[in-house]
């Protein structure tokens, strides 16, 4: 705005703006000359304002939207053995499907298991199929508070060197040595979404969220494979931090260096 031609010989004490008003130095040093305050009127914020302060453009601090994604939140789980899986419901037992979840050939199982740690317990935790060669307990950081055990974040697999738990099934319990994890942040996608992104198997990115408690999630590890659906995967306390549901969507956003890789 032109500060001058609109208030010619006559600047009062204190100017009203509407916030995202452009001033240039100009007229802020001839504010500061003549001693006026200049007063930014925040309005009051919607959705629909947040989404466009999160989803367009260049920045300027080097990072660069290369696409969407959509989120899904995932609960605390448990993924088995076989040997555990007959050790909790017996001998020769089956899992059973309940239903297809989004990443290929992977299903939610009917069954549900107790943890038990040395300050609490949790019951109803579902069980993940199919059977894998380790089991693999998966809880968010306030689960960790609850049972009494400190978990790190980990990478689905990676499990040396992490806490074990309590499990407890209709047939019989198993006392978990090691191989409880927070799971790191992750996005699922196909070779296809790596290239179109410019991203390759284990780089990280930084995932942005709209909204009332619009979040950077940075750190988000990225995971190519064939059998993929384009998916980011948060736990519950990630998601509730940013107040998110599942199909809900981000952006995605590298730093230049990585965006020319
Ligand atoms: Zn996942």
Do not use: C
Not at 62 to 76: D, N
């Amino acid at each position: 705005m032109d500060l001058r031609s609109m208030y010619r010989g006559k600047l009062p004490s204190q100017i009203t703006v509407k916030s995202g008003t452009l001033i240039t130095p100009s007229a802020r040093q001839y504010l500061q000359e003549t001693g006026t305050t200049l007063v930014v009127q925040q309005e009051a914020k919607d959705e629909t304002q947040f989404k466009d302060r999160v989803v367009t453009g260049n920045e300027p601090n080097g990072f660069r939207q290369v696409g969407k994604i959509k989120l899904a939140v995932s609960g605390r789980h448990v993924h088995l053995s076989k040997k555990d899986v007959e050790a909790l419901f017996g001998k020769g037992y089956e899992l059973t499907k309940r239903s297809e979840l989004s990443q290929f050939g992977q299903y939610s199982a009917e069954e549900t298991v107790v943890l038990a740690g040395p300050k609490g317990i949790i019951i109803g935790v579902r069980v993940l199929g199919p059977e894998r060669s380790q089991t693999q307990v998966e809880i968010s950081r306030t689960d960790g508070y609850r049972l009494g055990i400190n978990p790190p974040e980990r990478d689905s697999g990676d499990l040396s060197v992490t806490p074990g738990i309590t499990l407890i099934g209709p047939r019989g319990s198993v006392d978990l040595e090691e191989g409880v994890i927070i799971p790191l942040r992750h996005i699922h996608m196909t070779p296809e979404d790596a290239r179109r992104m410019g991203l390759k198997d284990r780089d990280k990115v930084q995932v942005r969220v709209s909204g009332p408690r619009s979040l950077v999630f940075d750190e988000v590890l990225v995971r190519v494979n064939e059998d993929y659906n384009l998916e980011m995967h948060i736990d519950t306390d990630e998601a509730n931090a940013a107040s998110l549901q599942t199909g809900m969507e981000g952006t995605i956003w590298v730093t230049e260096e990585k965006s020319h890789g």
